[in-house]
């Protein structure tokens, strides 16, 4: 257990259904994201939140909606997700500073989209 | 703008070897480096990281990574493989710009250590 947790580690959707990932971090990082992780694809960073606010959303569809409610909680709400959204979804936490801080990431959540 | 290169997508070593698993970087100012694992449905772990200071850092697990300033590269190294090494490894660098400490992640290198 690295401090961050994510649920479910394993989710079968349709391509009509709604559903969230969590992530939870009780490390007193101030910084959260959320990186997609497809097979034979370099890590790709979808959202950044800094103290809660988003600070970065690189070019995401909008079926992936991410909320922050508190510095300890992140989600990613998913809805009429396609077969190619099929990934592992990570989530990592970290300190904005000092600048050498490095990453605390989840197990991921293995997403299947039918 | 901050990059990393991993130019090897597969490392194939024999157990008892010596491996190393090759990374260059680019960025503005002083790097910070960071060396990161992955097992099979497993998110990334720590392995290591250069901030300053002595060119050769120890890690977990008997990895270390020597930076070198002339060549921009942060080659990670172990001086005998484990068949339990075999796992992807993920080179990180931090980039200066943007709100955030945002780490920039390489492509990964597939580590495949033979018994």
């Known amino acids: 257990e690295t401090g961050v947790t994510q649920t479910p580690r394993h989710l079968v959707m349709g391509m009509t259904n709604k559903k969230s990932l969590k992530c939870e971090q009780h490390l007193g990082h101030n910084a959260m994201y959320w990186y997609k992780q497809s097979a034979k694809k370099p890590l790709e960073l979808m959202f950044v939140?800094?103290?809660?606010?988003?600070?970065e959303n690189n070019s995401v569809p909008s079926r992936f909606s991410p909320e922050c409610p508190n510095s300890s909680h992140l989600f990613l709400h998913l809805h009429t997700l396609q077969p190619e959204d099929s990934a592992l979804y990570l989530c990592?936490?970290?300190?904005?500073?000092?600048?050498?801080?490095?990453?605390?990431f989840g197990s991921g959540t293995r997403l299947t989209v039918v | 703008a901050q990059s990393v290169a991993q130019p090897e997508d597969q490392v194939n070593v024999a157990e008892g070897n010596p491996l190393t698993v090759k990374c260059t970087y680019s960025?503005?100012?002083?790097?910070?480096l960071f060396w990161y694992v992955q097992y099979p449905n497993r998110g990334l772990q720590f392995l290591l990281k250069?901030?300053?200071?002595?060119?050769l850092v120890k890690g977990s697990y008997g990895f270390e990574a020597e930076f070198n300033k002339s060549q921009t590269s942060f080659h990670l190294k172990k001086p005998s493989a484990l068949v339990s090494d075999s796992a992807l490894y993920f080179c990180a660098v931090r980039d200066g710009g943007g709100a955030t400490n945002k780490l920039i992640f390489g492509t990964g290198t597939l580590l495949a250590v033979q018994p």
């Open positions: 960025v503005s100012g002083n790097p910070y």
């Open positions: 990592a936490s970290s300190q904005d500073f000092p600048a050498h801080y490095g990453y605390t």
């Open positions: 939140y800094s103290l809660e606010e988003r600070v």
């Open positions: 250069y901030i300053t200071g002595d060119n």
